[in-house]
């Protein structure tokens, strides 16, 4: 673990921000994980660039002809600081405080590089008293996570063959509270819009024309307040929640609103919006927020009527439902209810398809198992609320590959926001969860007997494939 922090620290300290770091901070990023995963045991190593000129880390040990193939992947992209002046500490140096590590990136996700790095260094240091597992593993260390612009599929698109996995460790996500080990087996899809209405060929002093001339600004404050109801129900009849709610819910833990008010930092008084359990509402049914307007701030403003308005909305979708067809209900819904014949236009920004694990399989069954016993109590599964994008893209491309979500974040590291933070421990669990996984699977499928005979569980007890 302190080889761990130290090489937390120096990756935190590269600012790998898509679009606004560094000249040299994303090749010296892609070229220290890749040196850093050399020494841990992987010979084959390669820069993969993407067409936004960041860097795909693939890294590679091969394992014996016929051996089932594991690609474990985390990205080192971050989002931005924002107003680093708000941090308690440097977002940029990783800082220990109170027994966490901060810093941007700590837990998203250059944490989870450093759990796999962990991990491997850990099968590495064990020879020669045990053998490596028998496993082809492959890392890949994406570049450009965050921006959801599918560039890591154009990677792998364009060098066919460079995996083929039996199973994808996405480590991405995290624990639904601090020590308590976390699968995520759903994540809703999201669809973002970028509206603009007009109503006036020009600006016009409001106390000129002001009472009959449409305001395009306040017109479009009326048409968003028809995207909820008034207990804060998104308004999108035409988006299925039924089935894809009932698929998702699966075996999936549920969650207490006195802990999601406290992991939310909503504050006294105010209620939750929407209706439901908080899980329906967080994982299994659709959430429409406001992300932007464009307005005059308030030290530009002056009494006039503006001709038009902009505003960004995002719909996370559920698991299971077309991201298309919410584009098409949303749509369909603000030209129902934009008022006063305003002109309306709609551009897609971004669309991010919804996810589903398919959790009875034999992965799904030795991490669980792994879990438990790094840990040491019975893991959880849950829905997330957000998107992740790379779990589209192995799904298309590998449609037959296990994929599995699991991470170093917690409710207290408050990743994309300031003082982001990881528990070390977190790190340290999930590393030893992914040496028994690896070590388990490896042994697993080579005892698995002829087909139609009970398959040893990791275990020991008898279990059907």
Known sequence: MTRARDDLAELVALRTVVGAAP?????????????????????????????DGTETVHARRPGPPGAPSVVLYAHYDV??????????????????????????GSADCKGNVVTHLTALRALQEALPHEPYPDLDITVLVDGSEEPGEGSLEKVLRAHPGLVAPDAVVIADTGNAAPGIPTLTTSLRGMAVVEITLSTLSRTLHSGQFGGPAPDAMTALIRLLATLHDHRGTPCLPAVDTDQAGCDARQDQAEYSEADFRADAGVLDGVELIGTGSVADRLWRLPAVTVLAVQSPSLDDAVPALRPSAKAL???????????????EALAAHLRAHTPWGAHLDIRRVTSGPSFRADTGRTAHTVLRDALRDAFGTPPREVGAGGSIAVCSVFRRLHPDAEILLCGVADPPSNI??????????????????????????????????????????????????
């Open 23 to 51: 000249p040299d901070h994303f090749p010296r990023a892609a070229r220290t994980i890749a040196d850093l995963l050399a020494e841990a045991g992987l010979p084959e190593i390669r820069l993969l660039p993407a067409d």
């Open 313 to 327: 909305v995002s719909v996370r979708t559920p698991p299971g439902s077309d991201v298309l067809h919410t584009h």
């Open 416 to 465: 994309h926001g300031t003082d982001e933070s990881v528990n070390p421990g977190e790190i340290a669990s999930l590393a030893q969860a992914e040496v028994l996984f690896l070590r388990r699977l490896a042994a697993l499928r080579k005892d698995t007997p002829e087909a139609g005979d009970p398959v040893p569980s990791p275990t020991g007890e008898q279990e059907d494939r």
């Open 79 to 104: 989002v931005s600081a924002q107003d680093e002046t708000v941090w308690r500490t440097p977002p940029f140096a990783l800082t220990e405080r109170d027994g966490r590590w901060y810093g941007r």
